[in-house]
């Protein structure tokens, strides 16, 4: 009974792996990791010395002393006295998260819902063109029944029921 159990439990886990949103979501998280060094690259490259033209080259500079003077070590570059609050290094990463958002969603999230948008759309109207057809097919059905009615009552009456099968009678 353990050896089933185990056999199970290794044809689930493939079953697990194998499936297709395991196997996009790796896709998706090695994409990310590449895409997260392009984002730095353009933070570093362009965003930088942009905000370099109206203050320091490097947004990660930009701090503020919250407790007495802050004093660093001109070798190591720590803070040697104060409580330094380093708000650069937060700004940078907002504009990395705000540039990678931006991306995502107008190369990614908004073209992807404008193709389902189109494609449930046509979806609906292959249904629409589908059910005007069977309801096209019930009427038919359904005029069909009315005339062999319509007209096994008229003969019956005018014809003493000729033609109808011993036993008999009308439809209606």
């Known amino acids: 009974m353990s050896e089933k159990k185990k056999v199970s439990l290794l044809e689930g886990f493939k079953a697990f792996l194998t499936r297709g949103n395991v196997i996009d979501l ?3 998280v090695v994409i990310g990791a590449a895409f997260t060094n392009i984002v730095n690259a353009v933070v570093k490259g362009v ?4 905000v370099g033209a109206f203050g320091t080259q490097d ?3 930009y701090s503020s002393c919250l407790k007495g003077p802050c004093v660093t070590d001109p070798k190591t570059g720590e803070a040697t006295e104060g409580i330094r609050i380093l708000w650069g290094s937060v700004l940078s990463a907002t504009l990395s998260f705000l540039i990678t958002a931006a991306v995502v969603y107008f190369l990614m999230v908004l073209p992807m819902a404008k193709y389902l948008a189109r494609r449930a759309a046509m979806q609906a109207a292959k249904e629409g063109v589908q059910e005007t057809m069977e309801v096209s097919e019930l009427e038919v059905l359904k005029e069909i029944r009315d005339a062999l009615v319509a007209q096994r009552s008229g003969g019956s009456s ?9 036993g008999r009678g009308d439809l209606t």
């Open 158 to 166: 005018a014809e003493g029921n000729r033609g109808e099968e011993p």
């Open 59 to 61: 947004l990660e500079n």
């Open 26 to 28: 790796a896709v998706a």
């Open 47 to 50: 965003i930088n010395p942009l």
